[in-house]
């Protein structure tokens, strides 16, 4: 049967609307990202991680929330020291983070090399070596340049107050750090990168997360990877991907079993 033109117009666009709806109705019956279902995407995902940096945030992890999936990441990362005979004595100096008596040597110290994290390791071991007597002029040159470079001063204040040393800091320098990581987060408020998400998990490691709008934990659970990551989702190698995910996981940890106070994020001496 010849059909006519009309008709034949009327057909495609009959099919196209159908077309639509086959196409629109799934996402309408989306279910929206919500914070349990998040949180437990990015365990999943987490769970099986061999990168060695990874696995002492996941030990933290474990010793703060109790989440059982984590609960082997030292074990792990001691096996990883067997394998990485290259990065042995930079693994060994941020092992500490798990290990308070952990056992290091000089040779390991001389592996440190990039200024971030010469800020932190000095953190980290201020209680068996103390503190770099221009520790407090380090602090205020690295907070100056942003970035990384200030998240990880943040990070440094909290081990340091963890480790119970004693520095000494301009008057508001804390409070001033706190604001500007705040402000790296408010910054293009729709965009949710590696460097706002470890600004955000630092703040609330240190207990400031009421500079944390609601908005950005939302922004983050909705950013999520359809896998559970956070990150460059087209290339699972690079070291953004797992970094992002464990920042965003902690983030949300902390939403999801919010406390007065938490254990700390380094090991503690046993009583």
Known sequence: MKLSKRRVLLLAFFITILCSLLVAVPLLMRPEPNLQTAITKAIDFLEDSREPYALLWLDMIYRRFGISEFSDSL???????????????????????ADHYNQVDDKDFQAVSLPSDIIIVNALYCDRRGLPLDYSEMLEREASQGGYHLTHVL?????????????????????????????????????????????????????????????????VIASQNDDGTWGNSNDKQTEEYWHSTILALLILLHVEFPADSYPPMLDSPSP
């Open 75 to 97: 074990q792990r990362y001691d096996q990883i020291l067997t394998e990485e005979p290259e990065q042995v004595s930079l693994l060994h100096v941020f092992r500490r983070m």
């Open 155 to 219: 990070l440094a204040w909290i081990w340091v107050q963890e480790n119970g040393c004693k520095l000494e800091l301009p008057e508001g320098f804390i409070d001033d750090i706190h604001s500007a990581n705040a402000k790296i987060i408010n910054e293009n408020p729709m965009i949710v990168d590696d460097l706002k998400l470890e600004a955000a998990a630092f703040l609330y490691l240190a207990g400031q997360d009421a500079l944390v709008h609601d908005s950005f934990i939302e922004r």
